[in-house]
T-cell receptor
C-alpha cells in the first residue's frame, strides 16, 4: 500500500527554534509538493519539486523557510527561526507529473501532515 | 487571480439522501480538477480526478462532473451514509503550473 509518509506528526516548539519536517514520497513519483493549511487561509502551496529540482517556491517566506530534496526518497521543509504565525498543518504530496500514464496522470497524493505549534 | 470557490461552506442532510457539492473556478484554462476528502485532524484523500478533456468521472457512489466553459464542477454523492461525513475539497491545476489551487471546502454532515 503505497503512501506518502511524514514525520513528525506533531511538533510543539518555542519561537525562535529551528523546525525540520520530513516527507517520503511514494516510490516512483517524480514530483513533491509542500502545502500549508490554516483555518484562515485554507490550503496554500509553499514549494514544489520535479525530479528533485525546485520549480516553484513563490509561496514560501524565503527569509525563514527552506525546502530541499537530498534524494528521491526524502524531501525536507525547514523553518529557522520559527514564529507563532507558522503554526499550521504542513502537508507533503507526491505525484507522477510528466510521465506517460492513464487517469492518475498528475494526480497528487497527500501525506497525513505535520501539525506544528509554535509557542 | 486564479480562485476556487465552494458552496455551501457547510451542509447537513439525513442519511440516504442524494446530494451535490459545488465548485467554481475563475480561470477556465485548467489542466485538471481533483476532489478530495478530509476527515478531522487527518490528511487529504483523493476521491476523483477529472482531466480537462473529460466531462465526468465516477467511483462507486461518487460522480464528479466538469464544465470548463462555465467554470464549474459538481460532486454528486448518492445514497449518503454517516461515514461520508467529512470536509470535501475541490482543487484545480492550471496549464503551465502544476500546483493545486484549493477551495475552502464544504463540511458535510450526514445525520443517521
Amino acid at each position: 500500500d503505497a503512501r506518502v509518509t511524514q514525520t513528525p506528526r506533531d511538533k510543539v516548539t518555542e519561537m525562535g527554534q529551528e523546525v525540520t519536517m520530513r516527507c517520503q514520497p511514494i516510490l516512483g513519483h517524480n514530483t513533491v509538493f509542500w502545502y500549508r493549511q490554516t483555518m484562515m487561509q485554507g490550503l496554500e502551496l509553499l514549494a514544489y519539486f520535479r525530479n528533485r529540482a525546485p520549480l516553484d517556491d513563490s509561496g514560501m517566506p524565503k527569509d525563514r523557510f527552506s525546502a530541499e530534496m537530498p534524494d528521491a526518497t526524502l524531501a525536507t521543509l525547514k523553518i529557522q527561526p520559527s514564529e507563532p504565525r507558522d503554526s499550521a498543518v504542513y502537508f507533503c504530496a507526491s505525484g507522477s507529473q510528466g510521465l506517460a500514464g492513464g487517469p492518475s496522470y498528475n494526480e497528487q497524493f497527500f501525506g497525513p501532515g505535520t501539525r506544528l505549534t509554535v509557542l | 487571480k486564479q480562485e476556487v470557490t465552494q458552496i455551501p461552506a457547510a451542509l447537513s442532510v439525513p442519511e440516504g439522501e442524494n446530494l451535490v457539492l459545488n465548485c467554481s473556478f475563475t480561470d477556465s484554462a485548467i489542466y485538471n480538477l481533483q476532489w478530495f476528502r478530509q476527515d478531522p485532524g487527518k490528511g487529504l484523500t483523493s476521491l476523483l480526478l477529472i482531466q480537462s478533456s473529460q466531462r465526468e468521472q465516477t467511483s462507486g457512489r461518487l460522480n464528479a462532473s466538469l464544465d470548463k466553459s462555465s467554470g464549474r464542477s459538481t460532486l454528486y454523492i448518492a445514497a449518503s451514509q454517516p461515514g461520508d461525513s467529512a470536509t470535501y475539497l475541490c482543487a484545480v491545476s492550471y496549464q503551465g503550473a502544476q500546483k493545486l489551487v484549493f477551495g475552502q471546502g464544504t463540511r458535510l454532515t450526514i445525520n443517521p
